[in-house]
């Protein structure tokens, strides 16, 4: 199965900040890597897939980039809705579909 | 607009079962793939079953197999999760999730929390 690491585990941040998240694969994963926001009680919401492209409806202050083993996500001037869990996931080699253990940002 | 809502969850007591479902509206259901998806307390998201657009092709992680089943009724546009033999570790919030191959789990349902406790 393929394991995703990602760090930090958890960042402190301000409004208006530019944070960023990464996220490695234990193996090659080409570009098939997408990234999530989840708010406590609240449904999870697909923000980039294939690494860099961005969902319909989100936000342009967030980006992906990577392929292969690095993968990043950076969020540009963190907005106060922007503070939840952020989550990598791999499209490659299914099943089983993984995720990474999730990114809490938090304000500072 | 896309909507999948879960219902079913509840307290169930270990080795009982529980039937999670799914409904879903605003888009072609038959033409999906669908997965549930769990989250226990204070853990990370975990991918738990598959079922293709037909429902010819399924798949569950190994923590759920032979223990959970998933099936689909397109003509109703439900998705189902049949729990069966629950054990403490079962204990999470499922999600429900539209699934296609190029952007993942795109649209998402806000959950259903399945406690097993004695």
């Known amino acids: 199965d393929i394991q995703l690491t990602q760090s930090p585990s958890s960042l402190s941040a301000s409004v208006g900040d530019r944070v960023t998240i990464t996220c490695r694969a234990s193996q090659r994963i080409s570009r098939h890597l997408n990234w999530y926001q989840h708010k406590l009680g609240r449904a999870p919401k697909l923000l980039i897939y294939e690494a860099s492209n961005l969902q319909s409806g989100v936000a342009s202050r967030f980006s992906g980039s990577g392929s292969g083993t690095d993968f990043t996500l950076t969020i540009t001037n963190l907005q106060p809705e922007d503070f939840a869990t952020y989550y990598c996931?791999?499209?490659?080699?299914?099943?089983?579909?993984?995720f990474g253990q999730g990114t809490k940002v938090e304000i500072k | 607009e896309v909507q999948l809502v879960e219902s079913g969850g509840g307290l169930a007591q270990p080795g009982g079962s529980l039937r999670l479902s799914c409904a879903a509206s605003g888009f072609t259901f038959s033409s999906y793939e669908m997965t549930w998806i769990r989250q226990a307390p204070g853990k990370g998201l975990e991918w738990v079953s598959y079922i293709s657009a037909s429902g010819t092709t399924i798949f569950h992680a190994d923590s759920v197999k032979g223990r959970f089943t998933i099936s689909r009724d397109n003509a109703r546009n439900s998705l189902f999760l049949q729990m069966n033999s629950l054990r403490a570790e079962d204990t999470a919030t499922y999600y429900c999730?539209?699934?296609?191959?190029?952007?993942?789990?795109?649209?998402w349902g806000r959950g259903t929390l399945v406690a097993v406790s004695s």
């Open positions: 999730a539209r699934y296609h191959v190029l952007t993942g789990f795109d649209s």
């Open positions: 996931q791999q499209n490659y080699n299914t099943p089983p579909w993984t």
